[in-house]
C-alpha cells in the first residue's frame, strides 16, 4: 500500500518558522518529482513547490519564493518543506505530492494533509 505521511504542521506567529516532512512508503519514489500543495479555507488547492527527482531543479509559487525551501533526501524516500517568514496568508491543509513536472507538476499520488495556521 503506497502512503504518502505528511508531519510538522502546527500554529506559528507570523514571522515564524516550520519545517514540514513527507514521509513516503510502500514504494519508493525516487525516479519521481515531489511537490508540496496547498488549499486554505474555501479556496482551490493551489501549487506551492516542487523538486525534480535528482533534486537539480527546484519550481516556487512567486507567493513562496525567497522564503520557503523544498528538498528532498531519496534514501529516506522523504520531502522536506522549510517555511521561513510565514505570513497569515500561509495558513492552509498542506498536501504533498508524487508524480512529475515542475511549476505543472501533475500528481499521481497525494498525502493526506497537515494543517498550518499562522497567526498576526
Known amino acids: 500500500q503506497v502512503q504518502l505521511v505528511e508531519s510538522g504542521g502546527g500554529l506559528v506567529q507570523a514571522g515564524g518558522s516550520l519545517r514540514l516532512s513527507c514521509a513516503a512508503s510502500?514504494?519508493?519514489?525516487?525516479?519521481?518529482?515531489r511537490a508540496w500543495f496547498r488549499q486554505a479555507p474555501g479556496k482551490e488547492r493551489e501549487f506551492v513547490a516542487a523538486?525534480?527527482?535528482?533534486?537539480?531543479?527546484?519550481y516556487y509559487a512567486d507567493s513562496v519564493k525567497g522564503r520557503f525551501t523544498i528538498s528532498r533526501d531519496n534514501a529516506k524516500n522523504t520531502v522536506y518543506l522549510q517555511m521561513n517568514s510565514l505570513k497569515p496568508e500561509d495558513t492552509a491543509v498542506y498536501y504533498c505530492?508524487?508524480?512529475?513536472?515542475?511549476?505543472?507538476?501533475?500528481?499521481?499520488?497525494w498525502g493526506q494533509g497537515t494543517q498550518v495556521t499562522v497567526s498576526s
Open positions: 523538486i525534480r527527482w535528482n533534486a537539480y531543479s527546484t
Open positions: 505530492a508524487a508524480g512529475s513536472g515542475g511549476l505543472d507538476f501533475s500528481a499521481d499520488y
Open positions: 510502500g514504494r519508493t519514489f525516487s525516479n519521481y518529482a
